[in-house]
């Protein structure tokens, strides 16, 4: 029992932190793009490493300052060792909102619109490494990885933002 | 299948959580303003309708970090204290333009947080002004301006950067000056010739010289770190260092703000901030004026305390020099510093 299963769809709920005071909600799907290579004999179907597409949405709460929403996509390559523990390496882009609550407009005469809710929007790049561990039908794991993700323009420049992720899978 | 109700009833719980300074939190507001959304953390007795707002230093503090310790408890039991994230800094946010990080735009934000206040909690709140450090290079600039000096009862600077050159050269001179006295006092002597050597090395001008600007400040805190450990500036006691490192660590998000500080700053100093200077322009400000410095502030010297309790306009106007402080009085001497800022605000509420 190798791998994953070609064209299977994996999904996956748990646990996004932008650091640890900002807890979040991750939900993700992953599809198997390519198998660079497969089981053998009867196993064949299953595959030990591959590459696959990933998205994912997640939503973190900073109890001081905002919410943020993010949705991610990228590319991993996915290796199996052994029967059930493999690495994900990733790369992709990353959209991200920030709204805040509370606020007060004021424009250039100085004039106050009070405003219930206020959304700044980013782009970036996003890398991700970790390991994930299948049980043994393969149709359930968990993931562990962290990624980096380099957010634009964000406070006149860019701003590199580190996560975690402990993500239950379901296949 | 139950698996899965275990974890989300894990994030649940995790989400539910809430830490304790939150319950101390009054009110927490963003000012949105020419692309920024600034953040505004307020604590304490907003029923005195008397608020003192916080600006940090930096370039690339935060507001929060100035919660902590007996200056900021007792401000808090009989003042609302309004601790603001600047432009670029903290946590505040936005899709800004480097162009507009100047000490005049940030002003500008500092108004429309006064304006806000007052628009959340009524016109007649009492609004008193407190700069640390490059804080002061900021409220100066606020204070200087008619138009926003106007909203305050008081002006409290806290070794206040607002002359940059001044900054530099008369660190240079204290810290020349204060190395001479431990020497001459048998006082570590082979540490402080060494801080002469490396003041002697500096190129004493402000033109193309910001390593020279640079090392200047990081030996500043050095040679004030050397006063603390031989007993001449008082330490930071158990009580701050816990506040400072909570609220660094576990109420801001710290890498979000390391980084948005960092690289603000990079982009004043890139704007010209080591020429700026209001000093020229002081004598516009006729709000009561409280000057705090620390004797032994090699960081921002007392020199820029001297020179603007000389130049402010204001009759109502003051210098008190702490005896036992480096470049943070309210964290060197709390009590003393807690009782002078209180008379002040009490005399003028």
């Known amino acids: 029992m190798l791998g994953q299963k070609k064209s299977s769809l994996e999904y996956g709920i748990g646990y996004f932190g932008n650091t640890w005071i900002n807890p979040g909600l991750e939900f993700s799907m992953e599809y198997p793009l390519i198998n660079t290579r497969t089981g053998k004999s009867k196993y064949s179907d299953l595959g030990e490493s591959m590459i696959t597409l990933q998205g994912s949405a997640a939503a973190y709460w900073d109890p001081f300052s905002h919410v943020g929403l993010l949705n991610y996509y990228q590319l991993n390559f996915k290796q199996y060792f052994g029967k059930r523990l493999g690495i994900q390496m990733g790369f992709g882009f990353v959209l991200q909102s920030n709204v805040t609550g509370d606020n007060y407009v004021v424009d250039e005469d100085f004039q106050i619109e009070e405003q219930g809710f206020v959304r700044n929007n980013y782009g970036g790049i996003h890398i991700s490494g970790g390991f994930f561990v299948d049980n043994k039908y393969n149709n359930r794991g968990v993931l562990n990885k962290m990624s980096l993700y380099v957010l634009a323009p964000h406070n006149a420049g860019i701003l590199p933002v580190f996560s975690y992720h402990f993500i239950y899978l379901m296949k | ?349």
């Open chain 2, 1 to 349: 299948m139950h698996r899965l109700y275990i974890l989300l009833l894990l994030v649940v719980t995790f989400f539910s959580c809430e830490r304790q300074d939150a319950e101390a939190m009054i009110d927490l507001i963003n000012v949105v303003r020419d692309d920024a959304t600034i953040p505004a953390y307020i604590y304490g007795n907003t029923g005195s309708k008397v608020f003192l707002i916080i600006l940090h230093g930096g370039p690339g503090g935060s507001g929060l970090e100035y919660r902590g310790g007996a200056f900021t408890e007792s401000m808090e039991q009989d003042y609302a204290v309004v601790y603001t994230d600047q432009r670029g800094q903290g946590m505040s946010q936005g899709n800004l333009n480097p162009e507009d990080f100047t000490p005049e735009n940030l002003a500008a934000d500092v108004h429309a947080l006064a304006l806000s206040l007052r628009y959340k909690y009524g016109e007649d709140i009492r609004l008193f002004l407190f700069g640390h450090s490059w804080g002061g290079t900021l409220g100066s600039t606020v204070m200087v301006n008619p138009e926003y000096a106007v909203q305050y009862r008081g002006w409290i600077e806290v070794a206040g950067a607002h002359d940059m050159p001044m900054t530099f050269l008369g660190g240079l001179t204290k810290m020349d000056t204060i190395a001479g006295e431990q020497i001459a006092a048998g006082n570590n002597v082979s540490y402080w010739e060494g801080i002469r050597e490396s003041v002697s090395q500096i190129e004493p001008t402000i033109e193309s010289n910001d390593q020279g600007i640079l090392t200047q400040n990081m030996l500043a805190f050095k040679a004030e770190q050397k006063l603390t450990d031989q007993g001449d500036i008082n330490a930071p006691s158990v009580e701050y260092l816990f506040d400072a490192l909570n609220n660094i660590y576990f109420i801001n998000n710290n890498i979000t703000s390391f980084f948005s500080g960092n690289y603000t700053n990079g982009i004043f100093f890139e704007n010209g901030l080591t020429n700026f200077s209001v000093t020229d322009q002081l004598k516009n400000i006729e709000t009561p004026s409280l000057l705090l410095w620390g004797k032994y502030d090699m960081v921002v010297s007392d020199t820029l305390g001297y020179s603007a309790l000389e130049e402010i306009g204001a009759e109502d106007k003051a210098l008190h020099i702490f005896e036992e402080s480096g470049h943070s009085p309210f964290v060197n001497e709390p009590a003393l510093f807690t009782e002078i800022v209180i008379d002040f605000i009490e005399r003028l509420k």
